[in-house]
């Protein structure tokens, strides 16, 4: 029992430790995903819609029945079960601009937080930390209109007030 508890307790504190020890916070799997910068230095994401697939089941007569001539069945029909899969929608790739990674600073983070959770789409702790919780609130926040992805599109921190707004984006509104 005690080789359990101090396991439970050894890996518990091995998740704690910072990502290579520097003190440096480690960017979660939502904000190391792939991005991309173009010659301009914008930061591009990249959303991947999986292909859905709908399993269709259909009965259908493998041999018909056999009539007497008033009508009476001599021989019941049989049928069979088939199985066969229909492609609803095709995978899909959709490149979008994101705000690029050196913008998440702990201030920024805990601003999307706020903005996130003032919209009922987080509820964690403001902490300044971009875990698993944050990005599931962004993709969450922005799945209706947006890529379906925990990494923070351009349209979205405008739409959540994060990101400044072009003069022509201003004279729009």
Same mark, same amino acid.
Do not use: K, N
């Given at each position: ?23 440096? /916070? ?8 792939? +991005? ?11 959303? +991947? *819609? ?10 259908? &007569? ?10 009476? +069945?001599? $021989?019941?029909?049989?049928?069979? $079960?088939?199985?066969?899969?229909? &492609?609803? @929608?095709? /995978? ?17 983070? !805990? ?7 003032? /919209?009922?789409?987080? @509820? ?11 990005? /599931? *609130? ?15 599109? &351009? ?13 022509? !984006?201003?004279?729009?509104?």
């Amino acid at each position: 029992m005690r080789t359990r508890a101090a396991l439970f307790c050894a890996v518990t504190l091995a998740a704690c430790v910072e990502a290579g020890g520097s003190g440096e /916070r480690a960017l979660p799997a939502l904000g190391a995903a792939e +991005i991309s910068h173009d010659a301009e230095g914008r930061c591009w994401g990249r959303d +991947i *819609a999986p292909a859905v697939v709908q399993t269709v089941t259909a009965q259908e &007569i493998a041999t018909p029945a056999v009539l007497a001539g008033d009508g009476t +069945i001599l $021989t019941p029909a049989t049928w069979r $079960t088939t199985v066969r899969q229909e &492609i609803l @929608r095709e /995978r899909g790739e959709q490149a979008f601009e994101t705000v690029c990674p050196p913008v998440y600073t702990a201030g920024f983070v !805990e601003s999307l937080q706020r903005a996130l959770g003032a /919209r009922g789409y987080y @509820r964690g702790a403001v902490d300044g930390v971009l875990d698993t919780a944050t990005g /599931r *609130a962004v993709q969450d926040f922005q799945r209706s209109w947006g890529p379906d992805s925990p990494l923070l599109s &351009i349209e979205a921190a405008r739409r959540l007030g994060l990101v400044v707004l072009s003069p022509e !984006e201003l004279g729009a509104m």
